[in-house]
């Protein structure tokens, strides 16, 4: 069964071994210039030798290297590409993909190595393999014009296009047989009829570049439609959202957590709970080295694909963290602290940041790494445990003998108990001596501003010094080496040539708003400010939403424009949050701002109602705009010590201010008191009489909540 949920699309090793029914389903999309048409199957694979390496050999995308070495004569994304394909009168093959993908592996191995496709490829069309990790922009048009045209998407993502990049045809894995038939039929109609294509394309264009309705709504979706469009959407049984495989959809699960908070609801936290209990006793999370694999295949948690995403793990971290404040069960802080070890230990790069992904495959073998045979487990020190732990069986949980560890429906503090003695130590020795997955090594700016903001909330959640080490030495490391000096530009990666995209600005400012209310340094809130205001100017649209890439870049068919969240919150979103944030800290410059954000949210409020499971942060946005949050001024010489007195449980609606002085933000003016340190509760910037004792101040600022079932 194909995996997927609104905007991931995967064949599993099962369903590839169906062979041609698999690959049938996913070519018979093509769109109407292809029609309904019998492929023909090409001849067998001629033979996997090459001379040389293709123009991929000088990129820096570890992705784009692995099919430097292939016979199909691979451009990289750019001019070169476009004017041979408008030159010489071809159609473009666009692929896209990224490292740690499992399915992209194989296609490369058994088709693009293959000398008969290369010829195929390189005889009829001029074809471009794209990192979608280094360009999310190329990834998200496609993706979105994927489906539209057949109605899922997914990774690799092959498209055939016209040579301005009109999208014609889109699928995801394909066999070597199935995608030769392809190329012929695809390369075979273009001969036959161009024109008729050409104006077909030109037809699909603007029906994808159609701008996006935008109306001047008011922000009237309620909380309790809201709440009701979850509960239809979740799987109140396994947790998470319906469907045949489970995604951790990280943002979805960080509103809940808020959303739960201002709305509190019985259903909806047993639901959490059960997501997060299943996530964490499932096979989607290493049990001896820590940290979650990107999704299961299976409806009940059980068995992973294998991939170790950086912004799965930095996410999940904090949305731990916090369901440990919320919940106050040390299993969820177990989970946090462990996810952390895993991203200090499998994803830091000695020069501070964090690197994008882990591979699934290790010697050759899909889930290597971490699945065992009965024989291996009986060898060591406490087997009966072991077995009885992680369901462990002679014929394996798995495939082909092997068995994934998992401990669902084992009661949480027996399984805390239990990791505590000594096996995991026994089986983590072994473990190492196998040969471990390869890493991608970029250093992604968007995906470390998550990590960031994972180590603040776990910092929140136990004060634990170390915590807050790495989220300061993770800034510092971001704001010097991914923007510029002035941090009016945001890099992809390092290289300040690779230019940031929505995400990557609007991540960065909200991890640096978040480090500032622990810290009370100003000048992480000083460049969040200065990052955002960037953003408003490079990523300007006329339709109350951002860009997803600079305004001024070129060669896309039609704009990037990112709404709903997907495993990573949406870039719009995240800034409309952090305009609302900045509009509260700033109000005396930037009270522009929160029209600014209030607009957007307009807009936002659409997709909302029609995906609320996919509109995790904008609801998060609409929950700070239409609540009116406590703003917490603390200052002295002890600001922090008191503030970390104050901050108790979990409180979505709590804005924290302050340090030994007063710095440049209005509300902490004319407040510092020589010789102590004062608190000052306040709301919509009106200030309750100061007091010293943190007790006091905590009791001004306690809501009035009503519970529903």
Known sequence: MPSKDSNIYYPSLKSTLNGKKRGFKAYVILFSILGNILLSVSCNPSGNQTEGLNRLKSERSQYLLQHASNPVDWYPWGDEAFEKAKAEEKLLIISIGYYACHWCQVMEKETFMDTTVARLMNDNFVSIKVDREERPDIDQVYAEASKKMIGTSGWPLNIIATADGT???????????????????????YDDNPEEILAQASQLAETLSQKRAVENQALNLTLSEIEQAWLTQSDTLNGGIKGAQKFPNSPYLSALLDFTYYQPNKTLDRFIIKTLDNMALGGMFDHLGGGFTRYATDSEWKIPHFEKMLYDNAQLMGIYAKAYRKFNDPFYLYIAKETAKSLVNEFK??????????????????????????????????????????????????????????ALEKDKKDYLQSMESGFRESMLRKRRRRETPPKDEKIITGWNALALEGFVELYRATYDKEYLQYANELAEYLVEHHTSEDQASVSRTADP????????????????????????????????????????????????????????????????????????????????????????FYYDTRSDWKSTAEAMLAVGQAETGAAPAFAGTWIQALLLNSSPPFEVAVLGDDAVIARNNMDLGFRPDVIFLGGASEGEIPLLAYKLVEGRTMIYVCQNKTCKFPTDDTQEAFEMMIPKVESTN
């Open 167 to 189: 999208p014609l045809f889109a699928g995801t894995y394909f066999e070597n047989s199935d995608w030769q038939a392809i190329v012929q039929r695809a390369s075979y109609l």
């Open 349 to 406: 790069d000695s020069k501070g940041g964090y690197f994008s992904s882990i591979n699934a495959v290790s010697d050759e073998e899909e889930g290597g790494y971490y699945t065992w045979t009965a024989e291996e487990i009986e060898d060591l020190d406490q087997s009966d445990e072991i077995i009885k732990l992680f369901n462990i069986t002679k014929e394996g949980n798995w495939e082909n003998g092997q068995n994934v560890l998992f």
């Open 497 to 584: 040539n690779q230019e940031g995209f929505l995400g990557d600005y609007a991540m960065v400012a909200g991890s640096l708003i978040k480090l500032y209310q622990v810290s009370f340094d100003e000048q992480w809130l000083k460049y969040a400010e200065r990052i955002s205001a960037s953003m408003l100017e490079v990523f300007t649209s006329d339709d109350n939403v951002l860009l997803n890439q600079s305004a001024q870049s070129g060669q896309l068919f039609m704009n990037s424009i990112s709404v709903l969240d997907t495993d990573l919150p949406s870039g719009n979103a995240q800034a409309v949050n952090n305009l609302l944030m900045l509009s509260e």
